[in-house]
């Protein structure tokens, strides 16, 4: 089936003029003119919602091939007493996060003093 040129939608118009009259013909352009902006509307709500689901899904899928070992993913799980460095001290860096607590001793030329 090919496309509809001028010489073919004129014959579709006069048939239809001939079917349903001159005074219905304008009212039946109404209709099948709000029934296709009816059937765009609903058709491009489907492909929106298709799309957002594909999208969803695929973050789902993202989500399960992430290594679930990556020290990135994980959520630091609280230590003894609460505090996930286990009572030792600990500074807090810009970000207002915790650094964790320096337990090297520092490298000098002198010997400890005891």
């Known amino acids: 089936m090919g496309n509809l040129g001028f010489p073919e939608l004129m014959l579709i118009f006069v048939i239809a003029l001939i079917v349903f009259g001159p005074k219905k013909l304008p009212e039946l352009g109404k209709s099948i003119g709000k029934g296709l902006a009816e059937f765009r509307r609903a058709s491009n709500e489907l492909r929106n919602t298709w799309e957002e689901e594909v999208r969803v899904e695929d973050l789902r899928k993202f989500d399960k091939i992430a290594d679930p070992h990556d020290d990135y993913n994980k959520v ?3 230590t003894a007493g609460g505090n996930p ?27 400890e003093k005891s």
């Open 85 to 111: 460095s286990a009572g030792a001290p600990t500074s807090s860096t810009p970000t207002g996060e915790a650094a964790p607590a320096a337990t090297a001793k520092p490298i000098t030329d002198q010997p």
């Open 76 to 78: 630091s799980e609280p």
